[in-house]
């Protein structure tokens, strides 16, 4: 059948790279010195660790300095209690990213960095990325290990792993592990069930990974990453070492250091692709977000009291903490219909092949391309359903392997155009963009099985398919989700008209961008914004006041003044065009524009043209 896998599948691969980097660090610590590894304490860290460093007469704590919201807050709890203690605190300064977020702001003038123009500005005066540190030589004899203290468990409940769970969960019956030993745990013994996602995790991967990579120096000077295809598949078309940047398994001033000892040979220099499409560029993209939430700290991941992000009357809006001003993971459901939608989405059951192939890959193996990720998030947004931002994010959060707040918050606000870009008028065909890259629909049939017979004429349409043919075929077009009915598999319906929606949704976005609002304006805050949108738009429009901490978004109108570049501006045009919130670069003005319902579909260049087809 076409359904994708169990959710429990794909939570269990996150935790299995998790232990594998951990086995592996274990390992190359043992390598340094044969009576130490990684000594793993099943306890929380609130509880245990004034303990540990009364038990183990700690005198240093040593950390990397994380510029994450919620990750100041841990640390500095940390420091208190290691004051506490008279325990010394190393905090180094960075080590996730190319420049230290918080130096990269002050670089910008105290401000987020909103475009690949203001990163490359701010890193020029901080200077060269620095070299990681070399791999020591040796390390100490870890001193007496035993543990005399009494062991508080975590709570059996709530189990928010249940659902990944075919076993007893065993590793926190006593504080050193099952076996006394301080061992990474595995699967087994935390209860879980083996992760289905071919991706894996640990150093020893990444830079075996990273070795190949350098090797094909044709494809590391070259790489240019709107023209990698995001159709490809066992391999991927890019290097995949995402997830080994985000859990610290491959260091990014690594990947950047070997990246330019190759573009820098003379036989490459030549050839070479430039920022933002480069290596490098994608790398600094990656820095944009992490200096982009550095200044705003917690409100960059969502639009209310967000300084930067455009407002929009988005479908299920998301319910936000009266005290703190924070999103509370809860959301309104103001429409049925939207609701159906976004779960439909979300499962892969959207009825539009390419969309839900998609949708299935991220569940079932825990990553997407670039441009897949892209398409999606339009779809969701303003290319489609019209729902918010926060709806998607929240979805990849809980499924990428290579999920980073900052990152993916930025790259949603970017794809919504709420921030960092506004040509809002630019949306992604689930039919023709696909076709440019793999007109034969391979993709969609490797994720979607149900539909391997159809023939490309209908892969991406399989609803305009004579009947009769969809019985030789093997999978009938109708209904809701994927099922059998009388012996034959059933692949849904388009769950509505793409080119009206888009025509929808373009109107509300134009509606919204000439309101103007941020998600930190008064009227955002106190829900008189509805006064400002007629009650048949688009969205929850509907009276003159909505509740005070349930709405979103905001932003700085700027739709019809923007120069007319489609939206693979994000990778070709970045460096020339900026970001176009609030603190953004200027944009060109006077460009023509309004092309109405086009499509971003000519702004790729597929494998088959440039082979002269």
């Known amino acids: 059948m076409c359904r994708a896998p169990e959710i429990s599948e794909h939570l269990s691969a996150i935790l299995s790279i998790r232990l594998d980097c951990q086995s592996d660090l274990s390992s190359s610590i043992t390598k340094l010195n044969k009576k130490s590894k990684l000594f793993v304490v099943r306890e929380a860290p609130q509880t245990v660790l004034l303990k540990l460093f009364k038990a183990w007469k700690i005198s240093h704590l040593v950390f990397e300095r994380d510029t994450d919201p919620y990750a100041k807050d841990r640390d500095a709890k940390v420091m208190e209690m290691a004051k506490e203690a008279g325990v010394e605190v190393v905090a180094t300064r960075h080590g996730r990213t190319l420049y230290d977020p918080d130096d990269l702001v002050k670089a910008n003038n105290g401000k987020p960095t909103m475009s690949i123009t203001q990163i490359q500005h701010a890193a020029e005066k901080l200077g060269d990325v620095p070299n990681p540190l070399p791999t020591p030589d040796s390390l100490p004899d870890p001193g007496d290990t035993s543990l005399d203290f009494e062991h508080v468990q975590p709570s059996p409940s709530p189990d928010f792993n249940s659902i990944q769970r075919d076993g007893e969960e065993k590793s926190y019956s006593s504080i050193s592990g099952p076996k006394y030993d301080f061992a990474v745990p595995n699967m087994s013994e935390l209860g879980l069930k083996p992760a289905t996602s071919p991706h894996r995790g640990g150093e020893t991967r990444a830079l075996a990974a990273l070795d190949a990579i350098i090797a094909n120096e044709d494809y590391t000077a070259t790489f240019s990453k709107p023209s990698t295809a995001p159709t490809a598949f066992s391999p991927q078309a890019t290097t995949l070492l995402s997830p080994h940047h985000h859990f610290g398994s491959l260091?990014?001033?690594?990947?950047?250091?070997?990246?330019?000892?190759?573009?820098?040979?003379?036989?490459?220099?030549?050839?070479?692709?430039?920022?933002?499409?480069?290596?490098?560029?994608?790398?600094?993209?990656?820095?944009?977000?992490?200096?982009?939430?550095?200044?705003?700290?917690?409100?960059?991941?969502?639009?209310?009291?967000?300084?930067?992000?455009?407002?929009?009357?988005?479908?299920?809006?998301?319910?936000?903490?009266?005290?703190?001003?924070?999103?509370?993971?809860?959301?309104?459901?103001?429409?049925?219909?939207?609701?159906?939608?976004?779960?439909?989405?979300?499962?892969?059951?959207?009825?539009?092949?390419?969309?839900?192939?998609?949708?299935?890959?991220?569940?079932?193996?825990?990553?997407?391309?670039?441009?897949?990720?892209?398409?999606?998030?339009?779809?969701?947004?303003?290319?489609?359903?019209?729902?918010?931002?926060?709806?998607?994010?929240?979805?990849?959060?809980?499924?990428?392997?290579?999920?980073?707040?900052?990152?993916?918050?930025?790259?949603?606000?970017?794809?919504?155009?709420?921030?960092?870009?506004?040509?809002?008028?630019?949306?992604?065909?689930?039919?023709?963009?696909?076709?440019?890259?793999?007109?034969?629909?391979?993709?969609?049939?490797?994720?979607?099985?149900?539909?391997?017979?159809?023939?490309?004429?209908?892969?991406?349409?399989?609803?305009?398919?004579?009947?009769?043919?969809?019985?030789?075929?093997?999978?009938?077009?109708?209904?809701?989700?994927?099922?059998?009915?009388?012996?034959?598999?059933?692949?849904?319906?388009?769950?509505?008209?793409?080119?009206?929606?888009?025509?929808?949704?373009?109107?509300?976005?134009?509606?919204?961008?000439?309101?103007?609002?941020?998600?930190?304006?008064?009227?955002?805050?106190?829900g008189s914004w509805r006064k400002l949108f007629d009650d048949m738009a688009e969205g929850p429009t509907e009276g003159e006041k909505g509740p005070t901490v349930e709405g979103q978004s905001g932003a700085k109108a700027e739709g019809d003044d923007e120069d007319d570049m489609g939206e693979e501006q994000d990778e070709r045009e970045a460096d020339h065009v900026g970001g176009e919130s609030k603190g953004g670069d200027s944009t060109p003005r006077g460009g023509k524009r309004k092309r109405g319902q086009g499509t971003l579909d000519s702004h790729f260049e597929s494998p088959r043209k440039k082979k002269g087809r």
């Open 251 to 526: 260091s990014v001033r690594l990947f950047y250091h070997r990246v330019q000892e190759v573009i820098s040979k003379p036989a490459n220099k030549k050839k070479a692709s430039t920022i933002p499409t480069n290596l490098h560029g994608q790398l600094l993209f990656r820095d944009m977000y992490f200096g982009a939430q550095a200044a705003l700290g917690y409100p960059f991941a969502q639009t209310y009291g967000n300084s930067h992000v455009r407002f929009i009357p988005w479908h299920l809006p998301s319910k936000v903490d009266s005290e703190n001003g924070f999103i509370t993971g809860e959301y309104t459901v103001d429409s049925p219909l939207a609701e159906e939608w976004y779960q439909r989405w979300k499962f892969g059951n959207t009825g539009f092949p390419w969309i839900d192939a998609l949708m299935r890959q991220l569940r079932q193996e825990g990553w997407i391309h670039h441009l897949g990720r892209h398409a999606v998030a339009c779809f969701l947004t303003r290319g489609g359903c019209y729902i918010d931002w926060e709806r998607g994010a929240e979805v990849f959060e809980e499924w990428l392997i290579d999920h980073e707040t900052s990152c993916n918050s930025g790259n949603w606000q970017w794809l919504s155009c709420t921030a960092f870009f506004a040509q809002f008028y630019r949306c992604y065909s689930p039919i023709a963009f696909p076709k440019k890259w793999d007109d034969e629909g391979n993709f969609v049939k490797n994720y979607l099985p149900d539909l391997r017979n159809y023939p490309k004429k209908y892969i991406y349409e399989p609803w305009r398919a004579p009947i009769a043919d969809q019985k030789k075929w093997g999978c009938m077009i109708k209904g809701d989700e994927c099922g059998e009915e009388d012996g034959v598999k059933t692949y849904p319906k388009p769950m509505f008209d793409f080119n009206e929606r888009r025509g929808i949704c373009i109107e509300g976005m134009k509606n919204a961008y000439h309101v103007g609002l941020y998600g930190n304006d008064p009227k955002v805050k106190d």
